[in-house]
């Protein structure tokens, strides 16, 4: 018969691999279990906390499928969902429309300039504690606060803003606006000075001046940063919850109640750990659909040349 | 990526009017994101202060501590400075060596498993991770973690978005280097620590900062994982300051102090904070 048998030749070949292997693993261990500990284990218990009802403590229920049934009908998420789709609307456009605008505004080869994008960088790099602790103040009902003074100024009255039912929500939106719009200006700027110079000058060639040339140039070229820009910027702010937590708790009256601060509360304040659970599979689901729907539709990163 | 001035469609000859106005514009902007913290600098100094009111004096008479003295004997606000550092500190460290290791094996590394692990990797960058905070506590608390340096830090210690940063880096050296590091004997941590590793610190130091910056800014998880007043970090801390109610003048020296860290982080290392930005898009 032949020399070696296939399985001795495939043990050989085995222990060859693994030979090959085992020092490569020490470089991964710690990464390895870091990942198994803080997400792999938290993943599994998120499902298996879905289908239970407990407080961590004393109860633990199998409630099968239950959690999901309430959602149907639950008001307070339903409230919380038309929240976050609110602060959402409001907060996209603002957003892509300011840290545009800027970062066409500091796009020149002006003196001074890397200062000015820097100083609109600050928010950005300061903790939402901090923005929390000065906008609370600036934020102040009383007619001498900062903003009231502020908008006096050009004749508006006195708002009551984070403790108002209905200008809770848009000053949230003002806060994250002002604390990011500093992050997106740099992204708009590396789109911008992505922008072959030539195609300018060709356009001007063709007699395209002022408005048309950014209608035709600048624009379409911008398209895969703007789809980046939103596809980020959606993800980020149907996850909004520091700024809340601090300066609302959700409400007044659960205005500013999003699905985050909702998964939080129920589980925190009410013990519910398996409704939280079965909410944040519900609000994984939505982000994952929301990044799916927006990537296609914006055909992210098409190629446009 | 640099910043740097170059294809904006403004080639037209100077005009002094435009540029006037292109100015007072950008300083609009500047005194919006500004004002703010020169104001919670101000009012931090002033004696006496319960409310932030306009006009504000901006040089406070007299210029005084007072406010900081109350913070730290009122708050825990030291232990929660110590904290702060010291978990910034730990995990900044022990994300970027993981990082690079794990970065040089995936770059580098013939092994079984590589493409599962990677892939599994990449499927947690993509994930929320607000989505995953309440299951984070409920396997830390059966841990027994709760309240815990190691609840603060672990998730940190490995930073999945670095590995991808860092085994970019690693790909685009030369394998001739390695080649010549065996040749002459080296084994492979030989290999990373001496030959590669060298190379790639600019890549190690922007993910520093930005994990610096995102590990002192966190504010979510370390609430969460802590309910104990002297294991928070000074964010937390400071989100409890903010709900307690207490004077202007002790809501902005807390202000104060979390917000100079992060501005010195910044000054210093802008440069890598910028180039992280366009490299990742997302912060760290």
Request: glycine share 6%; net charge positive.
């Amino acid at each position: 018969m032949a020399a070696a048998s296939p399985s001795q030749r495939a043990t050989s070949q085995f222990l060859r691999r693994l030979r090959r292997s085992l020092p490569w693993y020490p470089f991964i261990i710690v990464n390895t279990v870091i990942f198994l500990v803080f997400n792999l284990v938290p993943w599994i218990s998120m499902f298996r906390y879905s289908v239970l009802k407990t407080d961590l403590l004393s109860t633990r229920e199998f409630v099968g499928l239950d959690h999901f049934v309430t959602m149907l009908t639950d008001a307070k998420l339903h409230k919380a969902m038309l929240n976050t789709v609110w602060f959402t609307v409001m907060y996209i456009p603002l957003l892509v429309a300011v840290s545009l605008g800027v970062a066409v505004l500091v796009n020149r080869p002006l003196r001074g300039m890397k200062a000015f994008r820097a100083l609109y960088f600050l928010p950005n790099i300061t903790s939402v504690a901090v923005l929390s602790l000065i906008f609370r103040r600036f934020l102040s009902p009383r007619p001498d606060g900062p903003i009231n003074f502020l908008i006096g100024l050009v004749g508006i009255p006195p708002q009551k803003w984070l403790i108002d039912v209905n200008q809770a929500m848009p000053s949230i939106v003002g806060i994250s606006l002002w604390e990011a719009f500093g992050y997106f200006m740099v992204i708009w700027l590396a789109g911008l000075q992505a922008i072959p110079s030539e195609l300018y000058d060709a356009a001007k060639v063709d007699g395209a001046n002022g408005w048309r040339l950014h209608r035709y140039v600048t624009i379409p070229l911008l398209r895969p940063t703007a789809a980046f820009i939103i596809v980020i910027a959606t993800i980020g702010a149907l996850q909004v919850f520091g700024s809340i937590f601090i300066l609302t708790g959700g409400g007044p009256v659960n205005a500013t109640t999003t699905v985050v601060y909702q998964i939080y509360s129920e589980a925190f304040n009410f013990g519910r750990f398996g409704y939280a659970s079965a909410l944040s599979i519900l609000f994984f689901v939505i982000i994952l659909i929301v990044a799916l729907i927006q990537s296609r539709y914006l055909r992210f990163g098409e190629d446009i040349y | 990526m640099s910043v740097s001035e170059t294809s904006s469609p403004s080639v037209e000859k100077r005009n002094p009017i435009r540029e006037t106005l292109i100015y007072i514009a950008m300083s609009v902007v500047a005194l919006t994101t500004v004002g703010p913290f020169l104001i919670m600098i101000s009012v931090s100094l002033t004696e006496n202060i319960r409310f932030i009111t306009f006009p504000v004096e901006l040089i406070p008479t007299p210029i005084t501590l007072e406010n900081f003295q109350l913070l730290f004997a009122r708050t825990d606000a030291l232990r929660w400075l110590f904290n702060s550092v010291y978990v910034a500190f730990v995990s900044t460290l022990g994300g970027v060596i993981t990082s690079s290791m794990a970065g040089f094996a995936f770059a580098r590394g013939d092994f079984w498993g590589k493409t599962v692990i990677f892939t599994l990797f990449l499927g947690i960058l993509i994930m929320p991770d607000t989505a995953l905070i309440v299951p984070q506590f409920v396997v830390l608390s059966q841990l027994g973690l709760v309240n815990s340096y190691t609840a603060l830090i672990g998730p940190w210690f490995a930073s999945i978005f670095g590995t991808f940063l860092l085994r970019q880096a690693y790909l685009s050296i030369p394998r001739d280097y390695d080649d010549a590091a065996t040749i002459d004997g080296a084994n492979l941590w030989q290999t990373w620590w001496r030959v590669l590793m060298p190379q790639v610190v600019p890549a190690m130091a922007t993910l520093a900062v930005l994990r610096f910056m995102g590990n002192w800014n966190s504010f979510f998880y370390p609430m969460i994982v802590t309910s104990k007043s002297d294991m928070r970090t000074l964010t937390v801390g400071l989100g409890t300051v903010a709900r307690s109610g207490g004077d202007a003048g002790l809501d902005m020296s807390g202000a104060v102090l979390g917000f100079l860290p992060t501005l010195l982080v910044f000054i210093l290392m802008q440069r890598y904070i910028i180039r992280g930005i366009s490299l990742s898009g997302v912060k760290g």
